[in-house]
């Protein structure tokens, strides 16, 4: 069945390419293309589209599929090509004639660019909470561990002293950042396409901004051309600040294998979470983190292959925009995996101590003590020229620590302040679930 069939029956290999891998994807937009649907139907209502005992029908038979949803027994038959069409079909067969009336003024083209908002708006929520977690974390342990020193690198090499608190809090100050970008991904979500139909508009009377208040948008997306250009614009946003994030978890990654090799051995793990070789016996390995460097790695592409599918489109819709659904939804599900992963393992990561005392990393001790020259009145570059001259003839030895006292540094980390930031950049994620929605919506059978 297709809902563009005129007579002539399209050749089956045609369909097959087209709908590609549509069958399976759109089952993650099925509880919002309902919702979407629902919110429709009480506005085709409110403007007399409908009649009120068709509203109640449509209502009460779309809240069925969204059930069958959830059980997970709501599937794309073989011959259907996507998801609206899908929903469309099983309301005709269970309300005949007034299934019919569903689709009266909106197009595929609305109906996914609003099923991808909703689905995008609680998949960017559900990921905020397990950054806060992972974030509440990382600043614990910097915490904990505020006072056991490591060596800095630059350019991979030994450089000055910084500590596990600074080296924790940095990437904690890092999620502060990937969230605000986070947020504003969302606060570009979350405005409503619905009633743009197919890109053009509708000669009937639709009220959009009921339609975007029962959904909670914040606002309507206004003009209906623009509406179908935001999609894939939307999604770059999106994706950009996947990518932030993915940055931070790559990078720590790539720190944490590191740090486990055996001629750092700052960290460790305990042995259940390391993995073994086949055939080297000693070998204890940090996949779990090369996995996510991979996975994030691959996320950091994404604003690439999103400019790339849409710089070259012509305004109005497009099938190549059909593509992007697959990409955003494997990053969300991508991320989220890493995250939760990721926790598990900083619940059980163990920091070696007195990291410091071995003497190859004597020399990191040399900017202090150029430092502690300044401070008795020695002017910088002379004080620098005097330690340089000891490092090089090797009469330089360690001094003890001095003070850290500017606000970022080791005796100073500001981990509160950081939280204060963080805290208020969360204040815009909203808990709200689809059944919430789904609930509010069936208020309106009377
Ligand atoms: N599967 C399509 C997509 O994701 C839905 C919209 C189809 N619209 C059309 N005019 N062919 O883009």
């Given at each position: 069945m297709k809902l563009w069939e005129k007579?002539i029956?399209p050749e089956?290999?045609i369909i097959e390419f087209t709908a590609g891998r549509d069958r399976k994807t759109d089952l993650h937009l099925t509880?919002w293309d309902?919702?979407g649907s629902?919110a429709h ?35 794309i038959?073989?011959?259907v090509e996507d998801i609206h069409s899908q929903i469309e079909k ?12 569903i689709h009266t003024g909106r197009s595929r083209n609305d109906q996914v660019l609003v099923d991808i908002r909703l689905y995008t708006r ?66 570009l979500n979350n405005r409503n396409p619905l009633g743009t139909a197919a890109g053009f508009g509708t000669t009937l009377?639709l009220?959009r901004?009921?339609t975007s208040?029962?959904l909670?948008f914040?606002?309507l997306l206004y003009n209906s051309a623009y509406a179908s250009l935001s999609r894939g614009k939307v999604e770059l946003a999106i994706a ?62 994404l604003p690439?292959q999103i400019a790339m599918l849409t710089s070259n489109l012509p305004s109005g819709y497009n099938r190549d925009l059909q593509l992007l659904k697959q990409l955003i939804f ?117």
């Open positions: 007579g029956n089956p290999a509880k309902i919702i629902m139907v009480i506005m085709l209502n409110d403007v007399g589209l409908i009649e009120n005992n068709e509203k109640n029908d449509l209502l009460k038979a779309l809240h069925s599929l969204f059930v069958l949803d959830e059980k997970g027994t709501l599937v038959e073989n011959d099983e309301m005709a067969s269970i309300l005949g004639t007034t299934g019919k009336k609680e998949e960017i929520d559900r990921l905020s909470v397990i950054i806060g977690k992972l974030f509440n974390r990382l600043q614990e342990l910097s915490e904990q561990y505020k006072e056991v020193l490591l060596p800095g690198y630059t350019h991979m090499q030994p450089a000055m002293l910084s500590s596990f608190g600074l080296w924790f809090g940095a990437y904690a100050e890092s999620l502060t950042d990937d969230i605000l970008l986070l947020a504003e991904a969302r606060n009377p009220n901004k009921l208040e029962l909670e914040d606002d950009s600040s996947l990518a932030s994030l993915a940055q931070t978890l790559s990078r720590f990654s790539m720190d944490i294998c590191l740090y486990m090799s055996s001629e750092f051995r700052f960290i460790d793990f305990p042995d259940e979470y390391v993995t073994g070789s086949s055939i080297m016996p000693q070998k204890r390995n940090p996949d779990v983190f090369e996995l996510i460097r991979g996975r994030s790695n691959i996320i950091q592409t690439g494997d990053a969300f599900a991508d991320l989220q995996e890493s995250v939760e992963i990721m926790m598990l393992m900083l619940r059980n990561i163990r920091i070696r101590k007195n990291i410091t005392e071995n003497p190859l990393y004597n020399t990191i001790f040399s900017t202090e003590e150029v430092n502690r020259l300044v401070k008795e009145g020695i002017p910088f570059r002379d004080a620098y020229k005097a330690v340089a001259e000891m490092v090089k003839n090797s009469s330089f030895s360690r001094t003890s620590v001095s003070d850290y006292i500017h606000e970022g540094s080791i005796g100073n980390l500001c981990n509160k302040e950081i939280a204060e930031i963080f805290n208020e950049r969360m204040k815009c994620f909203k808990n709200r679930s689809a059944e919430n929605l789904a609930k509010k919506m069936m208020g309106h059978v009377g």
